[in-house]
């Protein structure tokens, strides 16, 4: 049974910096990654990395937050700096093995003004 458990969400001021986290269990994956979804907006891709360790990032990322590997737990890291109030949404890991796409439960960030 394939499982995702998000941690690491909260609130913060602008500038500052939040560490995601996103233990898998129950497959290997080919590909793990995160979303996020602010209210009222289309659910967006974040940022994504393969088990080789390519990595892609949303553009309004880049240069501010840094996707780990996934490790030997089958867990990955979001290191977010200079976090800006755009950045306010749920997060939401995502892990892709055999065709199938598994979703964390979500975890809320809050970037104050």
């Known amino acids: 049974q394939v499982q995702l458990v998000e941690s690491g969400g909260g609130l913060v001021q602008a500038g500052g910096s939040l560490r995601l986290s996103c233990v898998g269990s129950?497959?290997?994956?080919?590909?793990m990654g995160w979303y996020r979804q602010a209210p009222g907006k289309q659910r967006e891709l974040v940022a994504l990395?393969?088990?080789?360790?390519?990595?892609n990032y949303v553009d309004s990322v880049k240069g501010r937050f840094t996707i780990s590997t996934i490790d030997a737990e089958n867990t990955i890291y979001l290191q977010m700096n200079d976090l800006k109030p755009e950045d306010t949404a749920v997060y939401f890991c995502?892990?892709?093995?055999?065709?199938?796409?598994?979703w964390g439960q979500g975890t809320q960030v809050t970037v104050s003004s």
């Open positions: 990395v393969s088990n080789l360790g390519s990595r």
């Open positions: 129950g497959s290997s994956f080919n590909w």
């Open positions: 995502n892990a892709y093995a055999s065709g199938i796409n598994y």
